[in-house]
C-alpha cells in the first residue's frame, strides 16, 4: 500500500483503539465428506453437541446480556426445528456441511429481512450458531487474535467478541455490521472501540491499524502524523471519560443550575443488575422485544420480567413499551410477511391486529404495575384512534382482573412520538398521559436514511433543523398542556447532541446505562 487508507463508517462504540488487523475473514477449512447418509446424520449431531458444549463453557464466565445471548444460542441448538431441516437434506443425499449451511442460511434471510433493529441482531446469533457448527465439523480450530489487535472483517460473531482478551486493548472495525447488533451492545457495555459501516476495502488488509470509533473512522497504513494525532485525539478522549466519571452519581445540572432527568433505556431485564438505580432518575424505556422470541410469550412469564425491573427501581418510574416487533416473520404466529415491512403492520398497528396476543401483555403489565411506579407507552402511534383502542382494551382487561379479584392497577398509558404525524399535530394526541420521543424512528422518518446504513448515515441527524423544529414543537405543546414530553432514542446519550436536545426545550433523556456519566458529564456542561 502505497500511503494511508482512510475509511469512514458508522460508530457503534466509542473509543480509539491502535493495534495490528486481524482478519476475521479467513478462509475455513473444508469439511470431508462421509460415506452414508447415516454417517452424515452423525457427524451433524456430534457437531451440534460439540458447539453446545462450547457456548456451556462459556457460559459460566459470563454474566448480563452475555448470558443472555448465549443462553440464546443453546437454546436455538437444542431446538430441533431449527436442525429438522438440515437433517431432512441429509436424508435426500446432501453432504452434512451443505445441508446445515442452507438451512441455517434460510433462518437468518428471515430475520436479516426485518425492519427492526432487536430481531436482525438476533440474525448474527444465528450466523454464529452455524459457523461454530460448521468449525465443529471441519475439526476446525481458531486462531486467536494477538493482543490489542483490530478485529476488522465483514462481521463479527457473539462469542468471538466473548472469547477475547480484551484487558490488552484493542478493537472492531466491521465492512458490514449494525449499531444496534449484540456485540454493538456487548462493546458499549465493555468500552470496547467499536465501528461498523466502513464498505468493501480495496485490497487485503494488514499491518497497523487506527481505529477512532469516536469518529467512526479507521486509517490503514497510517503516516507519523497520522499516529500523533491519533494518539492526541485518543488522550483527550480519555481524560474526557475520565472526568465523565465523576458526574455519574450526581444529579444532572446544567451549568446555570437546570435540573435535566436523566433516565436509562434498557433492552432485558438482566440489565438492571449492573446499574445502580442511585445513578439514574429511572427507566425511560424498557422495550419487550427480547421476551418474543421464536415462541410468543406468556403471562407470567411476561409479569415476572416487569416486576423485576419494577422493584429493582424502588419507586421511580419505569416506562415499559408495549411489543415493538416488526412486520415479518421472527415471531411465529405473530409477525407477518409485507413487501415493504418498514412501513407496515409493526408497533401498535401490530398489536391491535393481533388482539389475543397484545391483551396477554396488558394482563401482564396490569399485574406488574402494583410493584412499582410504572408508566406504558405505545409504539408507532400515527393517529389518535389507535391510542384510543389501546387504551380500551388496558379497561377491558382491567376490569376482567377485577372481576376475578386479581391483584392490579392502570399505568399511565402514553405515547411514542416517532411517526411525523404526532409530531406535527401534537395537539390531536393530547389525551396521551405523557409523550416519549423516539429519536431514532423519527429521524428515520423525516429525513428518510437508515441509521444503520453508511452510504446515507450523513442525513441520519436529529441536529437537522427540520427534526430538531419537530422536537422543539412537542416538547412546548407539552409545557403548555402539562404533558410531560421525554426523549428515549440513541440522541440522549450523544454528548453531540445533548446541548441541541436541550436548547429544543426537552428536560428528560433517557439513554443507554454506558452513556449516563457522559451524558450527566455533558449536561453540566451546558448553560441553557
Given amino acids: 500500500m502505497s500511503g494511508p487508507l482512510r475509511l469512514q463508517g458508522i460508530s457503534a ?64 441448538l437444542e431446538d430441533d426445528a431449527l436442525s429438522r431441516p438440515a437433517f431432512a437434506a441429509i436424508g435426500t443425499g446432501q453432504p452434512a456441511d451443505v445441508a446445515w449451511r442452507q438451512a441455517l442460511d434460510a433462518e437468518i434471510a428471515g430475520y436479516d429481512a426485518s425492519d427492526q433493529d432487536y430481531f436482525r441482531a438476533r440474525a448474527a446469533d444465528i450466523r454464529d450458531i452455524k459457523d461454530q457448527v460448521l468449525r465443529a465439523l471441519t475439526e476446525d480450530s481458531d486462531i486467536q487474535a494477538p493482543a490489542g489487535a483490530i478485529l476488522y472483517g465483514d462481521d463479527i460473531a457473539p462469542t468471538r467478541f466473548l472469547e477475547t482478551d480484551w484487558s490488552s486493548g484493542g478493537g472492531i472495525a466491521l465492512k458490514a455490521g449494525s449499531t444496534a447488533s449484540h456485540v454493538a451492545m456487548l462493546a458499549r457495555s465493555r ?76 433492552a432485558d431485564p438482566s440489565e438492571v ?4 438505580i442511585a445513578t439514574c432518575d429511572g427507566v425511560g424505556l424498557m422495550r419487550t422485544e427480547f421476551l418474543f422470541g421464536r415462541t410468543l410469550p406468556d403471562e407470567e412469564t411476561q409479569y415476572r420480567a416487569y416486576r423485576k425491573v419494577l422493584e429493582w427501581a424502588g419507586g421511580k418510574p419505569v416506562t415499559i413499551r408495549t411489543v415493538d416487533a416488526g412486520g415479518d416473520k421472527p415471531v411465529p404466529g405473530f409477525t407477518v410477511e409485507e413487501s415493504n415491512p418498514f412501513l407496515g403492520l409493526r408497533g401498535i398497528r401490530l398489536s391491535l391486529a393481533r388482539p389475543e396476543v397484545f391483551r396477554v401483555q396488558i394482563r401482564a403489565l396490569l399485574r406488574a404495575a402494583v410493584h412499582g411506579s410504572l408508566k406504558v407507552m405505545f409504539p408507532m402511534i400515527a393517529v389518535i384512534e389507535e391510542y384510543r383502542q389501546a387504551a380500551a382494551m388496558f379497561a377491558e382487561e382491567q376490569a376482567a382482573l377485577a372481576a376475578r379479584g386479581i391483584a392490579h392497577k392502570m399505568p399511565p398509558l402514553g405515547i411514542m412520538v416517532e411517526v411525523p404525524s404526532v409530531a406535527i399535530v401534537p395537539e390531536a394526541f393530547a389525551e396521551a398521559a405523557f409523550f416519549s420521543i423516539g429519536s431514532n424512528d423519527l429521524t428515520q422518518y423525516v429525513m428518510a436514511a437508515a441509521r444503520d446504513n453508511a452510504a446515507v448515515a450523513h442525513l441520519n441527524s436529529v441536529r437537522h433543523p427540520a427534526v430538531l423544529r419537530l422536537i422543539a414543537a412537542v416538547t412546548a405543546f407539552g409545557q403548555r398542556e402539562k404533558i410531560p414530553v421525554s ?33 450527566k458529564a455533558a449536561i453540566a456542561d451546558i448553560s441553557v
Avoid: W
Wanted: glycine share 10%; aromatic share 4%; hydrophobic share 50%.
Fill in 13 to 76: 462504540s466509542v473509543g480509539y483503539a491502535e493495534g495490528p488487523l486481524f482478519d476475521l475473514d479467513r478462509i475455513a477449512a473444508s469439511y470431508v465428506g462421509k460415506a452414508t447418509a447415516a454417517e452424515e446424520k452423525a457427524a451433524l449431531e456430534s457437531a451440534i453437541a460439540s458447539a453446545a458444549a462450547r457456548l456451556t463453557a462459556l457460559i459460566q464466565t459470563a454474566d448480563g446480556d452475555a448470558a443472555d445471548i448465549l443462553e440464546f444460542q443453546i437454546a436455538m
Fill in 487 to 519: 426523549l428515549c432514542g440513541d440522541a440522549g446519550g450523544d454528548p453531540a447532541s445533548i446541548p441541541s436536545l436541550l436548547e429544543a426545550g426537552l428536560r428528560d433523556l433517557s439513554v443507554a446505562p454506558a452513556q449516563l456519566a457522559m451524558a
Fill in 191 to 266: 468500552g470496547i472501540p467499536m465501528v461498523v459501516g466502513l464498505g468493501a476495502s480495496p485490497a487485503h488488509l494488514a499491518g497497523i491499524a487506527l481505529l477512532d470509533a469516536e469518529h467512526g473512522g479507521i486509517v490503514l497504513s497510517p503516516s507519523k502524523d497520522d499516529i500523533a494525532a491519533f494518539r492526541q485525539s485518543s488522550s483527550s478522549f480519555s481524560m474526557r471519560r475520565d472526568r465523565a466519571g465523576t458526574f455519574l452519581a450526581r444529579p444532572a445540572v446544567t451549568k446555570n443550575g437546570t435540573v435535566v432527568r436523566v433516565q436509562v433505556n434498557i
Fill in 273 to 276: 443488575d449492573g446499574i445502580d
